[in-house]
């Protein structure tokens, strides 16, 4: 079976700190894994996968298939990164592409 | 820029009644999914559905929920008598599939389902 942990319901930082936000994945074939974010009041919305090692404002994401993490970071958070994000993950040799999700980490940037 | 729209934001219903969460997906899309998320929990999978079949369904996904695309925009998930537990977020999604990349799932804002 395939799982996702995000060890941290809540994570609060000061604008212009530094920002790790954790994911840990559990699944036996070849995962794709992506972050997505859900900003105050707005949808669910990819943020970054992990096969484009893409950085998208200024966040990076690395997987580490010895670790079985993917965690996500920003050198310098801005207070408009506030929102929940989630990790999550699919078969790439699915045909269903359906997303298995961790149950986000709540980011708070303090002025 | 579409977007994936769903109908009605906030439904309450009483436990036992049967209700319908409607979706239209992006017009081009052919994938489609539903989600949901109890509070506080995780965002998890119901069903995916292509070619106007079920491709996968998850265990949640039991004889009390249907899905249908009754016309050529609409996407319905129906629940036949709900329960308390059924009380969640429900998002449907979709992907440009097979005439686009399927790296990106385009998720509805969601109706949010309580069952008193």
């Known amino acids: 079976a395939q799982r996702v942990t995000q060890p941290e319901k809540l994570l609060s930082v000061f604008k212009g700190a530094p920002v790790e936000l954790k994911c840990n994945y559990s699944?036996?074939?070849?995962?794709?894994l992506f972050w997505y974010v859900q900003y105050s009041r707005q949808r669910l919305q990819l943020l970054l996968r992990h096969i484009s090692r893409e950085s998208i404002k200024g966040f990076t994401a690395d997987l580490n298939k010895g670790e079985t993490s993917f965690h996500l970071k920003k050198p310098f958070a801005q207070e408009e990164d506030s929102a929940m994000y989630y990790c999550?993950?699919?078969?790439?040799?699915?045909?269903?592409?359906?997303?298995?999700f961790g149950k986000g980490t709540l980011l708070t940037v303090n002025p | 820029e579409p977007e994936v729209t769903q109908t009605p934001s906030h439904q309450v219903t009483q436990m036992g009644q049967e209700v319908i969460l409607r979706c239209v997906p992006i017009s081009n899309h052919l994938y489609f999914y539903w989600y949901r998320q109890i509070l506080g929990q995780k965002v998890e999978f119901l069903v995916s559905f292509y070619n106007n079949e079920i491709s996968e369904k998850s265990e949640i996904f039991d004889d009390q929920f249907s899905v249908e695309r009754p016309d050529g925009s609409n996407f319905t998930l129906k629940i036949r008598s709900t329960k308390l537990e059924d009380s969640a977020m429900y998002f449907c999604a979709s992907i440009p599939w097979p005439s686009g990349s399927t790296d990106t799932q385009y998720f509805g804002p969601g109706t949010r389902l309580t069952v008193l």
């Open positions: 699944y036996s074939g070849s995962p794709e």
């Open positions: 999550a993950l699919r078969n790439s040799g699915g045909s269903n592409y359906k997303l298995t």
